[in-house]
Structures are given as C-alpha cells and as structure tokens.
C-alpha cells in the first residue's frame, strides 16, 4: 500500500497544526519524528515535533497530512518528510515580520521538492493584516522562476480555506483528474 | 370560505426508503394537507439539516428560490432568523409538522388559493388531535447522517451544476467555426453593470473620494477603491438581475457626499475585488468579453483568490491548466472535456479582475500549439485515480461548508 502524504510547511506560527487538524477525518496527532539512521548519526540527540493528520478517501485510503516542524534549525528533517509526498502547502503567516521574505526563505529549501511535485500558498492571518497582497506574494514566487502558482487568504482554522488550497495544488498538477 | 389547498412539497437529500416512510407520514397530517412534487412546482420545501449536507442543501435552496418557504428539521434548531424558514424540533410530530404546514400557508402568496386541488380545512385541523404516532425521526432515522443519495460526490455535483447557473449561465455549447453561431458567446461588458463599475471606479481613483452608482429606485452601490471595499445597498438578488441585462443609461455615477455618510454606515461592504468579480460573471453568463480570441493562448498572471471569490464550475480545473501552460480557450474547452460556458465565464472573470491576458506573439502561439496538441498535461495515471478520490472528499468539504460572506 502506497503512502501518499500531503506536506504542510512554513514558519511557526502560520497555521501549520491548525490546518492539519481542519483537513483531518481523525483527531491530529503531534508526534517525535522517527528519523532515519542517518539522521540520528547526525544528529542524535534530536527529536522533532511535527502534526499528522488524515483523510479518509471513499475507497477505505488514506492521505497523510504531514506538518513540518517550522524552526528552520530542522531543515534536515524537511527533505525526509517529503519522501513519497504529493504536493506541498505553504502557509505564510501575514501579520508577523517579512511574509515575503519568509516565502523566499522556503520556496528556496523546499525546491527540490516544489520542483518534482507542485506548491500551492496559503496566505494567513490577512485579518490581520492585509498588505502585503496577493499580488506581490505572485511576484515574488515569478521572481524565483516558480511561474504562476494558487495563492490564497487562507484561515487555516477554516477547513473550506484549506480544502480549496488542496484541491487548487492538485488541479496544476493533473488539471484532468475530476471528482 | 375555509377550503384550503393541497401544499405542494418537495424534499431535498432523502433517499427513496425515508421518502415512503415520509409519505405514509404525510397521509396522517391529513389525506390532503400537501403532496409531495418536483422542486421546481413545490410551494415549500422540507430538509433536514442534521447530517452532513444539511446546511448545504439550506442554503443551496435557499439561493435557487429565494422566496419559498422552507421546513427545517433539527435535533436543536434555532440558529436562523430567516423569516421564510420554519424550524421543527426532532423528533418531529405530527402536530408540530401541521403546525409548521399552516404557518407556510399563511406566508405563501394568495395566488396560490387558485389552484382547483383544495381540501376542507376541518380535515386538516383535526390532525392536531391525532397523537404524535409516528415521529419523524423515526422515520428520517436511516437517512442521517449520510445523504440520501448513493453518491454523494454525483449529488453535490449536480447540486453545484444547477446552483452555478447563475454565475455561468446556461448557453449551450456553439460550434465555434460557425461565424453566426460564434457572435452569441460575445458580450460587451462596457454596457452592463460590470462596465458602470469599472468607470465608477476609475472616476473614485481619479478624484480620491468614492462614489455611488444608482438607477431609477435609487443608490444601489457605494463603492470605496481607496479602502477597496464596495457597500451593497441592494439585495444581492436585485443586483444580480441588475447586473444580468445592459444597463442603457439607467445607471449614474455620483460622488459620495458627507450627507451619504449614515446611510453607508448601516450597509455592510465587501471587498471590492469579489463584487467585480461576480457582477462580471453575472454578465458574461458564460460569454466572452467581445474581442477575445479563441486562438490566443491565455496567460494567467496570477490566481483569483478562489478562498474569497465565488468558485465558478471547474474554475480550479481551468485554472490548474492554465498554470501549466499556454491553451488557447478552444483548446481548454476541448483539453478539460468541459461546456464552453464554464471556461469563458471563467475567463470573463479573471479578465475582469486583470489576472488574464492573450499572447499573440509567434512564440506563444507556437508554445500554444505544442501544449495542446503534443503532451496533455497528465499525471501518471495511476494517481490520476487517487486525486479523483481526493477531489471528491474535497468537494464534499468545500461544499459542505458555507462560503464566507
Ligand atoms: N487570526 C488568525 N489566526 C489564525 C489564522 N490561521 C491560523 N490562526 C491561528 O494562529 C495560531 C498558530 O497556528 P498553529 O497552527 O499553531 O501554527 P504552526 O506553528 O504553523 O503550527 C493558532 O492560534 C491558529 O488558530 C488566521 O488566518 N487568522
Ligand atoms: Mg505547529
């Protein structure tokens, strides 16, 4: 059986946990990562908070709904936890310091993986404040050559919000698939 | 004269067991108290609003017929303030459930005493006496709390089709090639609502101050680009019909005064951004702003904020393709399998807000042609079957809950 995850990440704070456990058909579980033998070698002392979630498919399968942990000082984890993932959100949290350098900051670790799936960006806390716009985050991504990619005001407390950020990554990488 | 006439009642997300069940319960209401039709015929409407679509199918029917009276049932009703929507206490008894039909006869208009079908009230007052044998929820019970139908992905499709008629209208699909066929999927949105808008807005940018528009019954719209918000003084009903047909100089723009001031503060705004972007679907109804090309691929520059706009039919569709590369809007037609309506409403849209362009340049055109003809865009097809899967628990979550606004 395959193990098809969808990847929640950005910085903490931006609703990571909140949107994992809105897009969840079980109670979510925030769990110490298991990391891999290499990543003990590395660095062995180290365990990991991350969210899990999932969803129910009619067909008895489930998606995995993974949140990386925020804290960029566990960017070693990012690269595991993507492993058989099918997309990646991108929450970024509007009200607090540079959103668009945020964006940068993790378009840029998460490349590789963007690169061989597809990203779609949540907006956060927009009631909060509204500037910058969806616009400039457009740009920015057209700056880092990500080309043209959904980006919505998410409330990651919302589940609507997060189910449409889902069903809009999946519709740029197959826009046939059809409920 | 107290004959009373049959009610005419439909159901919504019963499936055809509860549905027997519902109408030996209505033969004990009375013989002929109301009968179940169709729902484009009925007089009012029952749901039940405790399982997963319930406040779907609410709210859906409430947008289809927005001045037919609706029996609600409810474990703990008491939530709406809707005068047209009579709640009933599961579970519901017969008494409760005549009580609840004679209040919708009392909404209803006289017009519908015209009707030949009629019963003697006597029939229908005496039902308040029979016990309360048969409770509704008894009956309902199968039912919650999955919808009625086998398929609740096809129901709320349907269910999403026949509500989107508003926003894509219902033309059907025209053979493109045919030049006489093809001026039909035209508008000029510079003559509807949708252009009054634009220029109101342009004039409000122009002097820094916001302006309202207003026909013969007065303002319907203050509008406010510098805090980009628009104020509604209209029911959205009443604007949509007033979006729907050109305006033909009933329209005028004014700029908003101090006297203004009370009367915009008891209204309540909305982004500006998600007014224009359903006054234009509302005139496009599935049409192209006239002088789009079929051919030229489309570029869009950034997606609508489909978390806080209406999501037209296959919006996320259209969309997905046109982030991945350039189609012309014949090849989306033809690459998503989709009515025309869906895409050019879309792409109204869009254009409307300035996220769309056509590229005419040999390139693109060149790159239009390759996208569409050598590699359509396809997942590897076995998780073409999982995203199927996923898209319909989806759907199911988008729709299930109410849209914000
Ligand atoms: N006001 C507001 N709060 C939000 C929004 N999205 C999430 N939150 C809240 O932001 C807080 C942080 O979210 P959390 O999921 O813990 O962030 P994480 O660190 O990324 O996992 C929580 O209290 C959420 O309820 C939003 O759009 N607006
Ligand atoms: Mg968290």
Known sequence: MSHYKIIFAGPVGAGKSTAVSAASDIPPIRTEAVASDEVRELKPNTTVAL????????????????????????????????????????????????????????????????????????????????????ADFQAELDRAGFGCVPVFEVDARARRDVCLLIEAVLSTIDPLAKA | MTAQTTLRLCHSGMDSRSLYAFE????????????????????????????????????????????RPLIVSAQSPGHGDDPLTIEVTKPVGLAAFSAALEQVRRLLPPTTGDRPRSL????????????????????????????????????LRQLEERMSTFYVGSMPDVNLDDPAARAAIFYAPELFLQGEIAR???????????????????????????????????????????????????????????????QVAGLDSRPLEALEWDVALWASRGRLPRGTDLDHPVRLHCWPNLTRLAVPPEAMRIAGLWSRGSFSLRDTVRTLEVPQRYVFAFYSACHALGLVEQIATPAALA?????????????????????????????????????PG
């Open chain 2, 120 to 155: 003697d009230a006597a029939a229908l007052e005496s039902a308040d006496d029979i016990p309360d044998e048969m409770p509704i929820e008894a009956l309902l019970g199968h039912v919650a709390p999955r919808p009625a139908s086998a398929d609740p992905v096809a129901l």
């Open chain 2, 367 to 403: 790159a239009a042609r390759l996208d569409a003809t050598g590699s359509t865009p396809a997942a590897a097809p076995p998780m073409r079957g999982l995203f199927k899967r996923i898209l319909g628990k989806l759907l199911g979550a988008r729709l299930g809950e109410a849209a």
């Open chain 2, 200 to 262: 109101a807005l342009a004039h409000a940018r122009e002097i820094q101050r916001p302006v309202r528009l207003e026909d013969r019954s007065g303002t319907a719209l203050f509008l406010d680009p510098r805090h980009g918000l628009a104020y509604q003084a209209r029911s959205t009903n009443a604007l949509r019909a007033l979006s729907q047909l050109p305006t033909r100089g009933t329209v005028n723009m004014a700029r908003v005064e101090a006297r203004d001031a009370p």
């Open chain 2, 24 to 67: 030996i319960f209505l033969s004990r209401v009375g013989p002929r108290a109301c009968e179940i039709t169709g729902e484009e015929a009925a007089d009012v409407a029952f749901i039940d609003i405790d399982n997963d679509l319930g406040t779907y199918l609410l709210e859906g029917h409430r947008l289809l017929y927005p001045s």
């Open chain 1, 51 to 134: 969210d899990y979630g999932a969803m129910k498919l009619a067909d008895g399968s489930t998606i995995h709904l993974y949140g990386t942990p925020g804290q960029p000082r566990f960017d070693f984890m990012w690269e595991i936890l993507t492993e058989g993932g099918i997309a990646l959100i991108l929450l970024i949290d509007n009200s607090r310091g540079d959103p668009l350098k945020e964006l940068r900051f993790y378009l840029g670790a998460f490349s590789g993986f963007i690169r061989k799936t597809a990203v779609a960006i949540g907006v956060t806390h927009t009631d909060l404040r509204a500037t910058p716009r969806l």
